[in-house]
């Protein structure tokens, strides 16, 4: 089906937030440079540690700010030391009570100074009062916690997805159509505290992925990020192969990747079979995207970013990607790792139009790239859930730590740190002092205000040449529209995520549902994204 805009409709933002995050996001530009912040680290980082004497480490932060309480809320991991320690037997591993996996609770006033709450809800270790909040019937692994969508909003503010261990009477007859044995669950809470598992679960069945769940109500449906199972081969697979072509074996697989075939003459070659799809990694580790109408019925899970030729050249893939509606579009925090465990990762920005189709930046520039040497965080940083808006602020809390990934405690410790960028300033377009012109998809306009987040320099040396903006408004032909030129225009200097824009004091009311493109000069500034407004 040919998509609306290219049938003639402009798109209709409503008053939502419309960012330049991509090419996608944009008609033209005309000496104009595309700009790419990175988030910047807050001067207190770590703003979280594993402090309290049953804590061996402490990641995987999700953040939301409670405006009805005024709070910061935080829930991170807690990883007991059998998930760090190699060869524990299953009594060892029980003598922690739980786990591996926990999910703690910490809250804030600031989001920069942090308080652990104590309660007697789970004992942990000897130790009677605890701030873990959801155990799981064996795990709380890779959790995300989100405000509670419209469709189950009777259920409590908070939702939290996780990872946990399917069991025979804990699980839809469906998901035994993937050979896995972790599966994703909900919960819910009114206070963040008190969880209470969802009598449905699990939901859908989960490989060695962060699982990313919301209920987008543009596409009326639910979407979860994770992983495919169906995959071209797997790391174990390829050794098979190659071990195979050593000894002149054949290459016909008995069975598929997934139904623990040997490859013919293993026997002899001693190669061993070929194992269940969910045991080992992809030689490729991909982002796909899972639908849901209802958390029951789930479409086949369809690969959306994959690693490129200069990835596989150097090594890396893809851990997980968080993904947030943001406005009038989509934004992602994709996990890039080193796949020898030796090296460093980073964090790229990626964004998307409708959800669906997502796109990562053209150079690859990291959007929180790892530590300076000798930092807490110099070795590895991921997880990034969303972006907390805070004031003029977005927080982005992150793991860190000390050393690549694959070490593990005692060896390197993990903590949580702190970085912001100025709210909704991704990427932006420069106009330098010939000034630069920028153009809009085109858009119904929603609101007789026009309002610009956009960053005007300020020349310290001459105010001739401070930063201005100005704005016109332009029909399909590339008229501008009377009345709204650049000549027309009061321009304005300013620094500011909201910034109104007018012409002779005129807003947009006498262009209300009409479709126009918006045309932007700026010279010595910057332009980042608009939104409409209602009159004041």
């Given amino acids: ?110 989001g920069v100074h942090w308080r652990k709450p104590l309660t007697d809800r789970f004992p942990y270790r ?26 189950m909003a009777d259920r409590g503010r908070f939702m939290c997805v996780y990872k946990d261990v399917g069991h025979c009477e804990y699980a839809q007859a469906d998901l035994n159509d993937y050979p896995v044995k972790d599966a994703v ?29 919301y209920w987008d109500a543009r596409l009326e449906h639910w979407i979860m990020s994770g992983r495919p199972f169906a995959r071209a081969a797997t790391e174990q697979l390829q050794q098979l192969i190659g071990r195979a072509l050593r000894s002149g074996q054949a290459l016909t697989l008995a069975g598929g990747i997934g139904a623990g075939g040997e490859v013919p003459g293993s026997a002899e070659a001693g190669i061993a079979g070929i194992g269940r799809a969910g045991a080992v990694e992809n030689v490729r580790t991909r982002i796909s995207i899972h639908v849901s109408p209802d958390l029951k019925t789930w479409y086949p899970p369809r690969e959306v970013l994959m690693p490129d030729a200069a990835d596989d050249e150097e090594q890396m893939f893809f851990d997980h ?38 796109y990562r930046p053209r150079d690859r520039t990291p959007f929180l790239p790892r530590g300076p040497e000798g930092s807490w965080d110099a070795g590895h940083v991921w997880a990034i859930r ?30 949580i740190g702190l970085a912001r960028i100025r709210r909704d300033r991704f990427v932006g377009y420069h106009g330098g002092i010939s000034g630069g012109h920028l153009l809009s998809r085109e858009v119904k306009v929603g609101g007789p205000r026009l309002l610009v987040n956009c960053s005007a320099e300020h020349r310290a040396f001459s105010r001739e040449w401070h930063g201005s903006l100005h704005t016109e408004l332009v029909d399909r032909a590339g008229r501008a529209i009377p009345g709204y030129t650049y000549a027309e225009c009061d321009p304005n200097h300013m620094d500011d ?38 009159a004041d």
């Fill in 386 to 415: 969303a972006a907390v808006p805070y004031g003029e602020w977005l927080y982005m809390y992150y793991s860190g730590s000390s050393r690549p990934w694959r070490y593990r405690f005692p060896d390197n410790n993990r903590a």
């Fill in 185 to 213: 669950c909900l919960a819910f809470s009114d206070d963040g505290v008190d969880w209470r598992i969802y009598e449905g679960n699990p939901i859908h069945p989960a490989l060695d992925s962060k699982y990313n769940l």
């Fill in 497 to 534: 995520t909201a910034t109104p824009i007018t012409w002779r004091g005129k807003d947009l009311s006498t262009l209300l549902g009409q479709a126009v493109y918006i045309r932007f000069f700026m010279r010595n500034s910057y332009v980042f994204g608009f939104r409409f407004a209602d």
């Fill in 1 to 110: 089906m040919i998509p609306a805009y290219f049938r003639g409709t402009p798109d209709d933002p409503g008053h939502d937030l419309h960012l330049f995050l991509d090419d996608f996001a944009i008609e033209d530009r005309w000496d104009a440079t595309r700009v790419r912040n990175e988030a910047v680290r807050h001067p207190h980082n770590p703003v979280l540690v594993a402090d309290l004497p049953w804590e061996r480490t402490a990641a995987g932060p999700n953040v939301l700010y409670d405006e009805e309480q005024n709070l910061f809320r935080m829930w991170y991991v807690l990883a007991s030391s059998s998930v760090w320690t190699k060869g524990l037997s299953g009594r060892a591993r029980a003598a922690d009570e739980y786990g591996p996996y926990l999910m703690s609770y910490a809250e804030s006033d600031d």
């Fill in 126 to 151: 000897g130790f009677g009062r605890t701030n873990i909040v959801l155990t799981g019937r064996e795990r709380c692994q890779e959790f995300s916690v989100t405000w509670t969508p419209a469709p």
């Fill in 321 to 358: 990607m968080t993904m947030q509606p943001y406005g009038s579009q989509y934004l992602g925090y994709l996990g890039v790792q080193p796949r020898d465990g030796t090296g460093h990762s980073w964090i790229e920005l990626t964004a998307s139009p409708d959800g669906m189709h997502w």
